[in-house]
T-cell receptor
Framework: GNSVTQMEGPVTLSEEAFLTINCTYT??????LFWYVQYPGEGLQLLLK?????DKGSNKGFEATYRKETTSFHLEKGSVQVSDSAVYFC???????????????FGKGTLLTVNP | DAGITQSPRHKVTETGTPVTLRCHQT?????MYWYRQDPGHGLRLIHY???????DKGEVSDGYSVSRSKTEDFLLTLESATSSQTSVYFC?????????FGQGTRLTVV
């Protein structure tokens, strides 16, 4: 079956530090990969996505590259801000079996705290 | 804003009582999902729907049922609530560009 493993954290950084949150996956087909962000008390928001190998998703200074050879989709940001403090979820959607139902399989989430 | 509204946003209920959570979308999407979020587990799929009256189980479906009589509404029912169902429940709609989530319902079973 499908699974997502991500660094569980928590991760604590100072403002302007470099961020990496690791994510690896197992999938039976050719998944699309996503990063979601959840701010305190809110629902999940789609941060970025990649649909095929070597695609790079980017948004709000965050980036992640779909690496099929290492089955990874690590999230990076060059300079984090206090406002980036949130929980980050890696997820995959595998539509190769049974049609496109867009179901997501999530990692357990990584809590990021950025201090001034 | 994907036009997804969950109700209620918060609920406290007693063990053994039935509870229904509602998800309403304004985008006319075919696919809808119910997930639960628990510390240490991320989000886990309870049930999903791929059309009116078409539903299927997810990985943690025991103790839950769903119904979809209209495209815009997807209901999650806990037939007899237990303390293990204390959680935050999220509804989502699915597209090729990713899933879009409601604000969540925090359910406490006492």
């Amino acid at each position: 079956g499908n699974s997502v493993t991500q660094m569980e954290g928590p991760v604590t950084l100072s403002e302007e530090a470099f961020l990496t949150i690791n994510c690896t996956y197992t999938a039976t087909g050719y998944p699309s990969l996503f990063w979601y962000v959840q701010y305190p008390g809110e629902g999940l928001q789609l941060l970025l996505k990649a649909t095929k190998a070597d695609d790079k998703g980017s948004n709000k200074g965050f980036e992640a590259t779909y690496r099929k050879e290492t089955t990874s989709f690590h999230l990076e940001k060059g300079s984090v801000q206090v406002s980036d403090s949130a929980v980050y979820f890696c997820a995959l959607s595998d539509s190769s079996s049974g049609g496109s139902n867009y179901k997501l399989t999530f990692g357990k989430g990584t809590l990021l705290t950025v201090n001034p | 804003d994907a036009g997804i509204t969950q109700s209620p946003r918060h609920k406290v209920t007693e063990t053994g009582t039935p509870v229904t959570l509602r998800c309403h979308q304004t985008e006319n999407h075919r696919y809808m999902y119910w997930y639960r979020q628990d510390p240490g587990h991320g989000l886990r799929l309870i049930h999903y729907s791929y059309g009116v009256k078409d539903t299927d189980k997810g990985e943690v479906s025991d103790g839950y049922s769903v119904s979809r009589s209209k495209t815009e509404d997807f209901l999650l029912t806990l037939e007899s609530a237990t303390s293990s169902q204390t959680s935050v429940y999220f509804c989502a709609i699915g597209t090729g560009g990713g899933a879009f989530f409601g604000q969540g319902t925090r359910l406490t079973v006492v």
